[in-house]
C-alpha cells in the first residue's frame, strides 16, 4: 500500500479513462491507446499481435 497509494491509483484509472474517451471515435487501435497499454504487454491475458 505504501508504494500504491488508492487515491492515487483511482485518478490514474481516470485520468487514462478520459483519454480513451476523447479518443472513442478514432480507429482502432490508435497510437496513444497502444502507448497506455505497452506497460501490460507481458500479462497473459494481453491480446496477441496480429
Same mark, same amino acid.
Given at each position: 500500500?505504501?508504494l500504491?497509494?488508492? +487515491?492515487r491509483? $483511482?485518478?490514474e484509472?481516470?485520468?487514462r479513462?478520459r483519454?480513451? %474517451?476523447?479518443?472513442?471515435?478514432?480507429?482502432?487501435?490508435? +497510437?496513444?491507446? $497502444?502507448?497506455?497499454?505497452?506497460p501490460y504487454?507481458s500479462?497473459? %491475458?494481453f491480446p496477441a499481435?496480429a
Amino acid at each position: 500500500m505504501a508504494l500504491h497509494d488508492p +487515491a492515487r491509483v $483511482l485518478r490514474e484509472i481516470e485520468a487514462r479513462r478520459r483519454i480513451l %474517451d476523447r479518443h472513442a471515435h478514432d480507429p482502432w487501435p490508435y +497510437a496513444g491507446s $497502444l502507448d497506455l497499454a505497452s506497460p501490460y504487454t507481458s500479462h497473459p %491475458d494481453f491480446p496477441a499481435q496480429a
